[in-house]
């Protein structure tokens, strides 16, 4: 298996652009995950799917962030308009199902510099 | 919030040593998880104990849990140049969503 497959890997973009991050979790995997990484505030969770629903959304930071899971083998994160706090790694995991939602398979995760 | 929170901050060794990080939480727990990330790189999970269990083993990888003080180690033993990384702690709380809250992580740099 490949595993967690992450797009762009690196990321620099202008404030008030538009960011899509893009993220195909292992196969057969139900539950998929976004973080954020940053050194002053460590590894942050934002959103957590289960069978392709939002679950929790409660660690999006605004309403400049959302995130979609149309199938199984895909997900996007998106930051519209984007501002240089946002500058992060943002990574993506995906687990087997809900119930045994504990072991984790991160990606290699999106480097994003907002200039 | 964060969960559980790793001592110490960082740590420097020399090859073959032992390296012994420890990770503190607040609430009861159903598991407890280490992950490593080397720089640049996502996080890869190690080892998972639950709150049943004490210690576990995994290669040069030692865990033991200590529930009545809400604690966890981490021993690496006999440190390579290769076992440079962030180490994470990661906790599932008991009654809850499953879902693990990770630590701020030990910066782990052994020297060949």
Not at chain 1, 7 to 29: A, D, F, N, W, Y
Request: hydrophobic residues 30%; contains cysteine.
């Amino acid at each position: 298996d490949a595993g967690v497959i992450q797009s762009p890997r690196h990321e620099v973009t202008e404030m008030g652009q538009e960011v899509t991050l893009r993220c195909k979790p292992i196969s057969g995997h139900n539950s998929l995950f976004w973080y954020r990484q940053t050194m002053m505030r460590g590894l942050e969770l934002l959103i957590y799917f289960n069978n392709n629903v939002p679950i929790d959304d409660s660690g999006m930071p605004e309403d400049r962030f959302s995130a979609k899971m149309p199938n199984a083998s895909f997900s996007t994160l998106k930051i519209q308009p984007s501002e240089p706090r946002d500058s992060a790694v943002y990574f993506c995991a995906s687990s087997l199902d809900r119930e045994r939602a504990d072991t984790q398979y991160f990606g290699p995760g999106t480097r994003l510099t907002v200039l | 919030s964060q969960q559980g929170e790793e001592d110490p901050q960082a740590l420097s060794i020399q090859e073959g040593e032992n390296a012994t990080m420890n990770c503190s939480y607040k609430t009861s727990i159903n598991n407890l998880q280490w992950y490593r990330q080397n720089s640049g790189r996502g996080l890869v999970h190690l080892i998972l104990i639950r709150s049943n269990e004490r210690e576990k083993h995994s290669g040069r990888l030692r865990v033991t849990l200590d529930t009545s003080k809400k604690s966890s180690s981490l021993l690496i033993t006999a440190s390579r140049a290769a076992d440079t990384a962030s180490y994470f702690c990661a906790t599932a709380r008991a009654g809850g969503s499953y879902i693990p809250t990770f630590g701020r992580g030990t910066s782990l740099i052994v020297h060949p």
